[in-house]
C-alpha cells in the first residue's frame, strides 16, 4: 500500500462552522504534512509530524489546529475559517532517514468557506 | 534553506526529449535535489532525486554538475500527458528540520500535439 488517503475530497463550510480534514497512510512513514495550495500557486507548508510530535509550525494561524493521534493518521481541525482559507489541502508523508524527500501526498480536500 | 529558481514555464511538442533547469545557489552539503511532478487538483508526485553526477530511472534523468549549484531534469520523448507543473526542492536527509519540503514556484510544462 503506497497511497495516502484523504477524506473528505470536497468540504464546503461556514465560517462559524467546525470541521475536521483526516489522513491516513499504512506506509510506515514516521514523518507527516500538511500543506495548503491555493490556485496556480505552489504548495504551502504548514505543519509537519515527526514520530507524532509537532516539529514544525510554519506560523499558521490558530484556528487551523493539528493532531497527530498515532503513527498511521493525521488530522487537521478546522475552526472559524475566512473566506480566504479556501484551497485545496494537502497531506502527505515520507519515510526516515536517507529517503525523508521522498515524500507521498494525498490527492487533498478541496475546501471552500462560505 | 537553499532557495530554488526555475523557469515559470516551457513548451515542447510531443516526442521531443524536454530539459527543465533549477538553480540552487546557496545548496548546503547535505541537501540533495528532489523533483515532482503535479497535475492539476491532483498532489504532486515525487518523480528523482540526487545527490551529484546522473541519475535515471524509468520516468526521467537528472544531470547535477559538480559544484551542485544548479540540476536539470530531463524527460525523453514527452507526451500529451506529460504536461504538469514541476518542482525542484533542495533539503537534507536525516529528519528533524530537515523534513521541511518547501516548494519553490515551479515550472509550468506545457506539451503541444
Known amino acids: 500500500d503506497t497511497e495516502v488517503t484523504q477524506t473528505p475530497k470536497h468540504l464546503v ?40 510530535k509537532l516539529s514544525i509550525n510554519e506560523s499558521v494561524p490558530s484556528r487551523f489546529s493539528p493532531e497527530c493521534p498515532n503513527s498511521s493518521l493525521l488530522n487537521l481541525h478546522l475552526h472559524a475559517l475566512q473566506p480566504e482559507d479556501s484551497a485545496l489541502y494537502l497531506c502527505a508523508s515520507s519515510p526516515p532517514g536517507n529517503r525523508a524527500t521522498e515524500a507521498f501526498f494525498g490527492q487533498g480536500t478541496r475546501l471552500t468557506v462560505v | 534553506l537553499a ?8 513548451d515542447s511538442y510531443e516526442g521531443q526529449e524536454v530539459n527543465i533547469t533549477c538553480s540552487h545557489n546557496n545548496i548546503a552539503t547535505n541537501d540533495y535535489i528532489t523533483w515532482y511532478q503535479q497535475f492539476p487538483s491532483q498532489g504532486p508526485r515525487f518523480i528523482i532525486q540526487g545527490y551529484k ?32 507543473v514541476y518542482y525542484c526542492l533542495v533539503g537534507g536527509h536525516g529528519g528533524g528540520s530537515n523534513y521541511k519540503l518547501t516548494f519553490g514556484k515551479g515550472t509550468l510544462l506545457t506539451v503541444n500535439p
Not at chain 1, 20 to 30: D, F, N, P, T, Y
Not at chain 1, 40 to 45: F, I, N, R, S
Open chain 1, 13 to 52: 463550510m461556514g465560517m462559524t462552522n467546525k470541521k475536521s480534514l483526516k489522513c491516513e497512510q499504512h506506509m510506515g512513514h514516521r514523518a507527516m504534512y500538511w500543506y495548503k495550495q491555493k490556485a496556480k500557486k505552489p504548495p504551502e507548508l504548514m505543519f509537519v509530524y515527526s514520530y507524532e
Open chain 2, 3 to 10: 532557495k530554488t529558481t526555475q523557469p515559470i514555464s516551457m
Open chain 2, 53 to 84: 553526477t546522473k541519475v535515471t530511472n524509468e520516468v526521467a534523468s537528472l544531470f547535477i554538475p559538480a559544484d551542485r549549484k544548479s540540476s536539470t531534469l530531463s524527460l525523453p520523448r514527452v507526451s500529451l500527458s506529460d504536461t504538469a
